[in-house]
């Protein structure tokens, strides 16, 4: 059974941080790209960031470039999308999704909608 399974969501005030974190099992994790959305209320779901497994490439939205950073822990099957610098804008249900066809740009490129594998989705709330 393929899982993927986030947590770390909460409420933090402006400025303050967040890790987020995708336990993934039941596929192949070296033979994925595995990365987040986010979608805020009445808004489209915007793909933030990824990570191949493979050979580790990370690819950034603009709008969280510099704040947030991906990660993965290979041996365990988890990512992490630590998240510095939190304004209000960033309040939204972060999702992670994995699929093995997409790779680098084509995770922002292309619509989240065909996305092969999806997480529940964790709320994150920024104060001001």
């Known amino acids: 059974e393929v899982q993927l399974q986030a947590s770390g969501g909460g409420q933090v005030e402006a400025g303050g941080s967040l890790r987020l974190s995708c336990s993934v099992s039941g596929l192949t994790f070296e033979q994925l790209t595995i990365g987040w959305f986010r979608q805020a209320s009445g808004t489209e779901r915007e793909a933030l960031s990824c990570i191949g497994i493979r050979d580790g490439r990370t690819d950034y939205a603009d709008s969280v470039k510099g704040r947030f950073t991906i990660s993965s822990d290979n041996a365990k099957q988890i990512v992490y999308l630590q998240m510095d610098n939190l304004t209000p804008e960033d309040t939204a249900v972060y999702y992670c999704?994995?699929?093995?066809?997409?790779?680098?740009?084509?995770?922002?490129?292309?619509?989240?909608?065909?996305?092969?594998?999806w997480g529940k989705g964790t709320q994150v709330t920024v104060s001001s």
């Open positions: 999704a994995a699929d093995p066809a997409r790779y680098g740009s084509t995770w922002f490129s292309l619509s989240w909608r065909g996305v092969d594998y």
